[in-house]
């Protein structure tokens, strides 16, 4: 079956510090990769996503990630976490081959910085 | 203006009560869908559409049913609802190539 993992529910990071939320994937094919941002009371925001290309890919708000292939792979890095960035952060993939469009979420990790 | 609106944004309703969520878009995108928001369980699809002739039950279906009323207009219905209904649901939209989806600010709806 097809599936994401967030393996850590929750991430606490002292701001200054460099931040990793983790995901990984198990999704036939070559999958298009996503992390969206939730922030209290609001909706999905776009952060960023890969399809092709170099592995490192940069979005918004000073962020990137990571693909591994090897490790089917997708973390999310900051160098340097702001108390802003606490939010609950969502890693999604949309299979390369059939599934419409449709994407399929991680459970989601809520990251923490602390002043 | 929002690209994707949800309405209501927050509703209260009682359990056996016919209940409505409406979605509007002005991306001008086809595929439309439905999630729904559970503490630890992340995202799960409801229904999608790809246009007004074509709705998918997704993962999680029963007990909801869909009407997609013109492209840019899509609504979830709860026939009768129940306290375990109670949740965070969000109406989406993507773009066909790179299937990057774009959400509403999400409808949280309490089932008494």
């Known amino acids: 079956a097809q599936s994401v993992a967030q393996p850590e529910d929750q991430v606490n990071v002292a701001e200054g510090n460099p931040l990793t939320v983790k995901c990984t994937y198990s999704?036939?094919?070559?999958?298009?990769l996503f992390w969206y941002v939730q922030y209290p009371n609001r909706g999905l925001q776009f952060l960023l996503k890969y399809i092709t290309g170099d592995n490192l890919v940069k979005g918004s708000y000073g962020f990137e990630a990571e693909f591994n292939k090897s490790q089917t792979s997708f973390h999310l890095k900051k160098p340097s976490a702001l108390v802003s960035d606490s939010a609950l952060y969502f890693c999604a993939v949309r299979p390369s081959r059939g599934g419409y469009n449709k994407l399929i979420f991680g459970a989601g990790t809520r990251l923490a910085v602390h002043p | 203006d929002a690209d994707v609106t949800q309405t209501p944004r927050n509703r209260i309703t009682k359990t056996g009560k016919r209940i409505m969520l409406e979605c509007s878009q002005t991306?001008?995108?086809?595929?439309m869908y439905w999630y729904r928001q559970d503490p630890g369980l992340g995202l799960r699809l409801i229904y999608y559409?790809?246009?007004?002739?074509?709705?998918n039950k997704g993962e999680i279906s029963d007990g909801y049913s869909v009407s997609r009323q013109a492209q840019a207009k899509f609504s979830l219905s709860l026939e009768s609802a129940i306290p375990n209904q109670t949740a965070l649901y969000f109406c989406?939209?993507?773009?066909?190539?790179?299937?990057?989806?774009?959400f509403g600010q999400g409808t949280r709806l309490t089932v008494v």
């Open positions: 999704v036939s094919g070559n999958p298009y």
């Open positions: 991306k001008g995108h086809d595929r």
């Open positions: 989406a939209t993507s773009d066909y190539q790179t299937g990057q989806a774009f």
């Open positions: 559409s790809f246009d007004v002739k074509d709705i």
